[in-house]
């Protein structure tokens, strides 16, 4: 999908609020955009780089790579894509002390044209700060998290901000027979969308390892779009390491992000 600048636009904005959600600092200049976190160091980054050459690149780089370890006790990260100025960043990188690291991807599709692998038609919930801890507790378990205070803090701040950034937190369910309870059975799936800025972002899709492989990420990713089209959103994007599985979902890789740490 080759991506209006309009889109590209709202993609950027939305990944500057979904950042910001994190208690992460996020400065916006014409020619370079700065996220400082001195609790989370993989968020110290720089991005958007639109810079005239490579000499003023190279100089701002380092200016701005230094202030963030001072400012945070963190090395830098750049995020580097197709758009970023000037061309062949990636050959002027290393000699400045950074190294590839890894790729992530931002898929987009029309809201309309997301599909399920295989409709299963789980009880998905909205899940607010009451609800926080079940949903915390299925994101740990769907992606492995091993410092579960430390995830917990975060992720209570994202819910805290959830309305500022206008971000909502899902829950879905594998149905069950037991009555009582506050949930419809047991946590299988957690997702997120931020509606703001006119495209619809889906994050932090994961399932739990039991349940996987019944089409409820499949489902959960659906749903999502579907409340991008009751908020009268044209499009929905995802960023991730797995493009492959949202492609079969209806979505097209729109550009790549090499990830460049500092050494």
Request: proline share 4%.
């Amino acid at each position: 999908m080759e991506l209006t600048r309009d889109l590209r636009v709202s993609i950027a904005a939305n990944r500057s609020d979904w950042l910001r959600s994190w208690s992460c600092i996020v400065i916006c200049f014409e020619e370079i955009s700065v996220c400082l976190n001195e609790h989370h160091p993989g968020y110290n980054s720089l991005f958007d780089l639109q810079y005239p050459d490579r000499e003023t690149a190279a100089s701002q780089i380092s200016c701005w790579a230094e202030k963030i370890q001072q400012e945070t006790g963190h090395r830098a990260a750049v995020w580097l894509d197709r758009y970023c100025e000037p061309e062949h960043l990636n050959l002027l990188l290393p000699d400045l002390g950074f190294r590839l690291a890894s790729t992530s991807y931002t898929l987009a599709a029309k809201t309309e044209d997301v599909e399920t692998r295989k409709p299963v038609n789980i009880p998905i919930w909205r899940i607010k700060t009451g609800g926080q801890k079940a949903w915390i507790d299925a994101y740990s378990h769907a992606f492995g998290q091993v410092e579960y205070k430390h995830d917990f803090a975060r992720w209570a701040q994202a819910f805290d901000k959830q309305q500022h950034v206008e971000l909502q937190f899902y829950l879905g369910f594998r149905r069950s027979a037991v009555l009582g309870g506050s949930f419809p059975g047991q946590p299988a799936v957690v997702g997120q969308i931020i509606t703001a800025h006119g495209a619809g972002g889906i994050y932090s899709i994961g399932t739990v390892p039991k349940h996987r492989r019944k089409g409820f990420a499949s489902e959960m990713v659906a749903f999502l779009a579907t409340v991008a089209g009751q908020a009268e959103l044209q499009h929905v994007y995802v960023v991730t390491s797995n493009p492959g599985f949202f492609e079969k979902l209806g979505f097209t890789v729109a550009f790549q992000t090499a990830i460049w740490e500092q050494i």
